[in-house]
């Protein structure tokens, strides 16, 4: 009995970061309509765009997607950029635009460009802080020739928008429709019928202690 | 030994084709076997430097250069590994008389002097060029008429109110009675044969380097067929019975083409001594583009520095600022674009201090050849020349603007221009086009 129960109780402790888990939209600029050529925003090793994003409540990032498009796809297939994510702007260590200080990466993400579309690491669990943060799409130094852009006019407009251009960091930008970017950011939450099990479970193990007490 | 059934021998074809067609497919791939990078006018402006650039930094002041915007289109042209760029002129302010000064005893009087003017703003124009040199993208220079040609500037010199720079007196002529006597000539802007060395000193050793440039080509591309002759008897004076056009001083080093593979560029002069301003060498290019042609040449791109046909934006209200300046100039244009369309070559210029890509002429009647195309790339600094205040301006007309040209095993050239605006923001893809292999 005794094995049973330890067996029960280690068996619902692995559970409980894999219960199956629903995913939330933390920030959606939603899909941009602008042109691939015109006034999208050029991705090169020299200019990167980054735009913010912002938590409530400390969360677990599932995904970080950015809509990312080439004007020359036959050159661009299989050439790499990194995703990568930026630390609250509450913190001077964080991506602070127009701060010359080095900025904090949180995490960085190499992808390789396929196709036009949404692009990004998932299947993460990042926890993060309730704050401000950024997400940037940026160039390999090593890259070759680039035709990678990413498409602006999206609906949903960011609270901030920050541009590398070879400095030494990145520098405001208004965050108006023509610079701001396609950014989609999903968190994982627990889904409802998982966290009844997973409670059933633990009530079932307090009633069996319970009755061997007695 | 088995036999397939007819419907077994179809499902087997079948999937032959599917492989077949996937592993077509992966081969479709195209690269880029050359790229190069063109702009042009990056000097500052000493009495009228765009307002969006004010104050001037101390550098600016000085050597006479928009550095921001400059250094930024550097350093993206780098990053895009460009192999090429072409600088199509108007890298210094000059505009002076290129002559040693007369009073060489007068320590001030040297260092005010045209001469040392325009090879302290050269050598400032080099310092940074030489970073692209360093990192892979061989720099070709254009001349234009800021290098070429001299303006008559009678005034006292004075310092600038606005700008805080030094404003020299210029006499391009002789100064006869207080008047010069080129001051009424061409507008008061003529080349001039020592300007035109000036240029050739400062910029020389670039054109052509015929063992760095070789080295720093991709793909196992050659350099050959570097043509550095003068060849100014061929075209000069470009008019016959004006007394103010005679013949050129040489044109070694100022126009010349070579070839990097089965690409042929050729750089013209458009403002040349003897009073042959705002022309184009319609003959030596005829003749250049004739043997770039026998040799098995498929691309050909013409760098320059004034515009074939003015784009006219909003504000401009027509003026002419290109080869097209007035009915001896135009016919010249006319003859120069007619050799541009016969050989489907690209046309690369600058001197409107904006961006336009165009068409400006249809294809010929009966022609099998696409209309060929004048991309202005006058917008790597210089201060813009579309007004902020202008209505009806097209969005990149106040964009510094470059342009990344490659060109892809398959024939295929793809043109597409970059551009940030004048507050500095995101670089942008803001035009692109296709030329297709005929």
Known sequence: MKTALTALTLALAAALPVA?????????????????????????????????????????????MAYVASSQPSTDIGQTYTIALYGSRSSKAGLVPNYSGPASQLDAFSQTYEVDGWSGPSGLSLNLAAGSYFVAVEADANDGVLN????????????????????NSYVADPAI?????????TAAVPEPSS?????????????IVRRRRG | ?????????????????AIASTLAGAQTTDTVVLSFATVGDSRQDNAKPDPSQLPLTGQDKIWLQNTKAFGRILREIAAKKANLLFFNGDMVLGYGNASPSSNVSDVNSVINSDLVRFYTEYAYWRGMAATLMETG?????????????????????????????????????????GVDTLGSVNGGKNALAQNENAFRANMGDLIIDQSRLPAMLPNGLTLANVDLSDHASLDYPFISGNANVTAAAPQNQLSFSFDVGTTHFAVINNDVSGGNDNTAPVNWL???????????????????????????????????????????????????????????ATYFCGHQHTFNMSQPQPAPSGSALPAAWQVVVGSGGSPFDPKSSASGLAPTDRDYAYAIVNVYQSGNVVISAYGFTSAYGPTKLIAQTTLAPL
């Not at chain 2, 419907?7 to 032959?16: L, P, S």
């Not at chain 2, 583009?289 to 027509?318: C, D, E, L, M, S």
Request: aromatic share 8%; glycine share 10%; charged share 10%.
């Open chain 2, 1 to 17: 030994m088995q036999t397939l059934t007819p419907r077994g021998a179809r499902v087997a074809c079948a999937i032959a084709m």
């Open chain 2, 137 to 177: 993208t061989y720099v070709v220079p254009v001349p234009g008429n800021h290098e070429t040609q001299c303006r008559t500037a009678l005034a006292a010199p004075s310092i600038n109110a606005t700008t805080g720079v030094y404003v020299p007196q210029v006499v391009c002529g002789t100064l006869v009675n």
């Open chain 1, 177 to 185: 429709a023509s610079d701001a970017f396609g950014l989609r950011v």
């Open chain 1, 20 to 64: 199956a888990q629903a995913q939330t939209t933390v920030f959606n600029t939603g899909t941009p309509v602008g042109p691939v050529v015109g006034n999208s925003i050029g991705i090169d090793p020299q200019d990167w765009i980054a735009e913010s994003f912002t938590l409530t409540q400390a969360t677990t990032i599932s995904s970080i």
């Open chain 1, 195 to 207: 966290l009844a099990l997973l409670l059933a479970g633990l009530g079932l193990t307090a009633v």
């Open chain 2, 286 to 344: 005829t003749a250049d583009f004739a043997a770039a042609r026998q040799r098995g040449a498929t691309n050909f791109f013409v760098f320059g520095h004034k515009p074939a046909y003015t784009y006219n934006y909003a504000g401009n209200g027509g003026a002419a600022a290109g080869l097209d300046a007035n009915a001896y100039t135009t016919a010249n244009r006319d003859a120069f674009w007619a050799v541009i369309q016969a050989y489907n």
């Open chain 1, 148 to 167: 990678l852009v990413v498409p602006n006019g999206v609906s949903t407009l960011p609270s901030a928008v920050a541009q590398y251009n070879g400095g």
